[in-house]
Nanobody, 122 residues
Framework: QGQLVESGGGLVQPGGSLRLSCASS????????IAWFRQAPGKEREGVAC????????IYADSVKDRFTISRDNANNTVYLQMNSLKPEDTAIYYC???????????????WGQGTQVTVSS
């Protein structure tokens, strides 16, 4: 852990938006598919979204489809997760992870960040 760095978390009201960023100073992200996971208190870590290295494909968990968008800026070595219409159940620590292919399976991930807290509450 620690090879990826997440930022952009915080407190937001229901219905609001946040954009999370995933960056690395240690390696070039565009060689990897990048995924976002989240873990709420007392729950297992779950996959949220993943984008291919070339950005030609992306997959989403059903719970976030049509609300979250994953994208990448290879020039700035950064991957984003735009989160709209946030709900209290989106509250979790959000992690980014790098792997060789598009996947939302924990065991497929090679590198992880330390996470950023997202809290959705009024």
């Amino acid at each position: 852990q620690g090879q990826l760095v997440e930022s952009g978390g915080g407190l937001v009201q229901p219905g609001g938006s946040l954009r999370l960023s995933c960056a690395s100073s240690k390696f070039t992200l565009h060689y990897y598919a990048i995924a976002w996971f989240r873990q709420a208190p007392g729950k297992e870590r779950e996959g949220v979204a993943c984008v291919s290295s070339s950005e030609d494909s992306a997959i989403y968990a059903d719970s976030v489809k049509d609300r979250f968008t994953i994208s990448r800026d290879n020039a700035n070595n950064t991957v984003y997760l735009q989160m709209n219409s946030l709900k209290p159940e989106d509250t979790a620590i959000y992690y980014c992870a790098a792997n060789k292919g598009v996947s939302l399976r924990l065991e497929h991930m090679d590198y992880w960040g330390q996470g950023t807290q997202v809290t959705v509450s009024s």
